[in-house]
């Protein structure tokens, strides 16, 4: 009788967020690192939440993502996959899914964050929360990390994809020249002198998306700036729309690049405030489709991991 296999752990990280109105004071004390938020800012954001469905809906979306990525990669009948979901900032947190997923005795847990461009202040933050937990539970599995995969050529396919379909919602007089606004969430701007590779990584996804998209215009800004005192990486998209609009543009298609599935960000900052903003100059704005749970965010993520794990064959 053959030997069974120990099982592989894929461990999807992402952000996370608040689950119910009541858990967004909470949350944010996890992302500001235990600094209390101010009242003021802290029902702003609620309002946020209110405004696109009482709750982050990216949780949700992950854990779709896992489920059927699991599904799919046990088609071959051995269920070898185990994939399991940890957040860094909301519960599962990733301390608490790794604890978890040591209970089926995996031969390897592939760590793997839900963003494709890398950086040492987002995806790099998630490989140190499971070094932690490693830490914590002092467990000898072995672990490695899927790496950029920010112009893998299915990713890039899906979101030219998505463009295109996008640019379909506007006149068909005008969608030749409609610009596509490229978006990603800024970073704060020391990171520069850090010579983190987050700006090549995302400036990669745009250059990559951009070669398949013809002669359609193009521009890119950092969107979703946090409230702190320090500087962070622009252009802004507010004053990229203005720009747009100063040249004579009365439509804008915003793709946002730097993420993979809707949250806050997309929901509220692109569809609700930056709409908003077009509508008041005479603009019409829309924005793409999310991957989320999609067949197309699946191929990316098998074909992703195939090769992560390809590599960690040579490397045996």
Known sequence: MAQTQRPIAVLLMAMGGPDCLENVEPFLLDVRGGRPTPPELVEEIRARYRATGGKSPAVGITQDVARKLERTLNESGDARYRVYVGLRHWHPFIKETYAELLKADPEHVIGFCMAPQQSSLSTGAYKKKVEEARTAVQHMASVSYVGSWNRHPKLIAALVHNIRQGLLTFPAGVRATVPVLFTAHSLPERIVAMKDPYPDEVKGTVEAVTAQLGDQPTVFAYQSQGRSSEPWLGPTVESTLEALHRQGHRHVLVAPVGFLCDHV????????????????????????????????MIGILLDVLAAHESSLCLHS
């Not at 960000?265 to 704005?285: F, P, V």
């Open 265 to 296: 960000e997309t929901l509220y900052d692109i569809d609700i405030e930056l709409k908003q903003l077009a509508t008041a100059k005479g603009m019409q704005l829309e924005r793409m489709a999310m991957l989320n749970d999609s067949p197309a």
